[in-house]
């Protein structure tokens, strides 16, 4: 472990019930969450039903309200067997609620686990459903959670034309900020539709600062399975844009990545499945050969705090057709066309990550106004 950074016992926004619960009593609430959004071993919904706030309607992101659906998979609107409540998905027809499905709605309370990666779309959904809060005069509470990558902060600042659901923000890549931050400074810098202003609260966690090491309690999606993975997420998410397998289909997805052509380069090799959570995963049924890296020193990867641009440089140099190489959601991912470019020009990973450091430090000084923890520094 590093000695800069220490774990502790955390307690999330969601257990601090005296900062909220007192907003939400005789309104008619709405509930953006998923499997995360859990106080100890009941998820929020249950335990807000509980105390008689009166939840009327709940919305789900990304791999739905179960946490259950394959990325990138479209979820639908449906109904809560436990409780009967409608799931409005925001990964459906719709990423922002619409005026219909906010109907009757008085306050809107916001609860999941973030891996503090810009792609990471939980992210995208917080920002939509502020925004569409602010539009219709609907207070909105974030109940905050750690980063378990909260310890730094590097990658490119996302730029307007490559604008996305994986990437709506002008942050970089690992931005160090909880939601409840991002939710401050989204508010604060005009980043929403017309300069709209939310009514924001945001409860904060007790015992948590950026020098934390955070173990998540649940995966926050099918394919971040263990800490290792939401390690490794930030630099390997990255394959997502190449013809490169990340694991998905195997035991440990975002652990390994490899391809078929690298045969005579690697002795690992994996072959991807249709699993629950990845039914169509790239390169699947295909025997793959590549880097192991479910042991690769977790000291490493926190001690050093930066996007791992190695691995990425060394499959594109083993790659025979360099030109089939990448394909277009590698740019959504950066939030760049520049990284490709450097790879393709034959840049070192330092040498790129250098060239995104201005902006980075600009980044910096402005996170540092929307900070609720001690910062890392």
């Known amino acids: ?15 601090q019930f005296n900062a909220y619960l007192p907003l939400l009593q ?21 335990v807000l039903l509980e105390r008689k706030i009166d939840v009327i309607r709940i919305f789900a992101p990304e791999h739905g309200f ?8 479209k979820v639908n609107t449906t109904e809560d067997a436990k409780t009967g409540l409608k799931i409005v998905s925001l990964y459906g027809q719709n990423y922002k609620p619409t005026v219909e499905q906010l109907r009757d709605i008085e306050c809107v309370v916001f609860d999941m ?6 792609f990471y779309t939980y992210l995208s959904t917080m920002h939509y459903a502020m925004e569409a809060c602010a539009e219709n005069d609907i207070p909105f509470i974030v109940l905050d959670r750690p980063n378990p990558n909260g310890f730094y902060v590097d990658g490119p600042i996302l730029q307007p034309e490559f604008s996305s659901f994986v990437g709506l923000l002008p942050i970089p890549i690992v931005h160090g900020m909880t939601l409840g931050e991002l939710a401050f400074m989204i508010n604060s810098e005009g980043w929403m539709k017309d300069d709209v202003v939310c009514n924001l609260t945001v409860v904060t966690c007790a015992g948590y600062t950026h020098k934390t090491l955070y173990d998540l309690p649940l995966p926050p999606s099918p394919n971040l399975p263990n800490q ?18 990340l694991g998905r289909g195997t035991e440990f997805p975002f652990q390994v990545f490899g391809h078929p052509t690298f045969e005579t380069k690697y002795d690992f090799s994996f072959t991807p499945k249709s699993v629950a959570g990845a039914q169509n995963p790239p390169l699947k049924n295909e025997l793959c050969y590549g880097i192991d890296l479910r042991n690769f020193p977790e000291e490493e990867l926190i001690d050093n705090g930066c996007i791992r641009l190695e691995w990425l440089i060394e499959a594109y140099r083993n790659f025979p057709q360099k030109a089939k190489f990448f394909n277009s959601f590698f740019y959504k991912l950066c939030g760049s066309d520049s990284i490709r470019k450097q790879i393709e020009a034959g840049l070192s990973a330092d040498e790129i990550r250098a060239s ?16 609720l923890y001690a910062d890392f520094e």
């Open 66 to 73: 179960r946490g259950t659906a394959d990325a990138g998979e």
């Open 113 to 118: 686990q973030d891996v503090g990666v810009r």
């Open 356 to 371: 995104w450091q201005s902006q980075l430090a600009e980044f910096k000084e402005l996170r540092k106004f929307y900070l």
């Open 228 to 245: 290792q993975s939401i390690y490794l997420y930030p630099s390997l998410c990255l394959f997502e844009g190449t013809v490169v397998s």
């Open 26 to 46: 005789g309104k008619k609430v709405g509930v953006v969450a998923n499997h995360t959004s859990v106080v100890g071993d009941k998820h929020l919904v249950d």
């Open 1 to 15: 472990m590093s000695s800069t950074l220490f774990a502790a016992t955390v307690q999330t926004g969601a257990e």
